[in-house]
């Protein structure tokens, strides 16, 4: 989990979705994965939930400084309550690409907002064909990491109607290959759109970035708002 901290390191993405915080009074991250924007999110007077499925990244969210100020839930959509009173969630690292059932969690998400409320999260443009790098001669790398010399790659392995199956290989100093398989799914900006206006979100923007930018073709990344 330190390894995932170290890769993915707070930018211009946990700024943006900080500034979206300010002034909201419940605020739930979804896909909180180790805790790092969540625990940025805490503030006098604020209610901040994460969730994740994952039991390893919330353990080890559980254990850093200050997560005695966030509610910690494992589970996925299923265990967010429609309370109808939360200002603000937000879904960051590209979070809502590991979401299979996406239609029905934005509408769980929806549930749990107030009227005016807002979601965010960003996506990988598929355009922009990210997986066509995935390969393990486009991807290996070695570095010296707290556990020791690192060897690493992506191999690709299956690509079907916007679903993409790839395993990241990390091999440790002494030979272990640790295997994680990634499943992301690739949805455009229309996808999106239709999925967030049946779940009852009206006013939704789509930027290209961080800052505002216009979505384009070439656009790395789709910026998601949209208002209950």
């Known amino acids: 989990m330190e390894l995932y901290d170290l890769d993915n390191p707070p930018g211009d993405d946990h700024a943006y979705y900080r500034s979206l915080a300010e002034g909201a009074a419940k605020v739930i991250d979804f896909g909180c994965g180790t805790g790092m924007l969540t625990r940025s999110l805490v503030a006098p007077g604020r209610v901040v939930i994460g969730i994740d499925p994952s039991t390893t990244m919330l353990g080890y969210a559980r254990r850093q400084p200050g997560a005695d100020g966030v509610t910690w839930i494992d589970g996925d ?4 309550r429609p309370t109808g009173d939360v200002d603000l ?3 960051s690292g ?3 690409m590991h979401v299979a059932e996406h239609q029905a969690s934005v509408s769980a998400i929806a549930a749990a907002l107030r009227s ?3 979601f965010a999260f960003e996506s990988r443009n598929p355009a922009m064909r990210a997986w066509e790098q995935w390969t393990s001669e486009a991807t290996y790398g070695e570095r010296d990491t707290a556990v020791g010399h690192l060897k690493e ?5 299956e690509i079907a109607d916007g679903r993409v199956v790839f395993d990241a290989h990390n091999v440790f100093p002494d030979g272990h290959d640790a295997v994680y398989r990634n499943v ?3 949805r455009s900006a229309d996808e999106l ?3 967030l206006r049946i779940a009852g979100f009206t006013g939704v923007t789509i930027d290209g970035g961080w800052h505002g930018e216009p979505l384009a073709e070439d656009s790395r990344l789709l910026v998601v708002r949209a208002t209950k």
């Not at 790659?153 to 392995?157: F, K, M």
């Open 77 to 80: 959509h299923h265990v967010v």
């Open 89 to 91: 969630v937000v879904s």
């Open 94 to 96: 590209n979070t809502m």
């Open 116 to 118: 005016g409320g807002v």
């Open 153 to 157: 790659w992506l191999e690709l392995i």
């Open 184 to 186: 992301l799914y690739f």
């Open 193 to 195: 759109l239709a999925d």
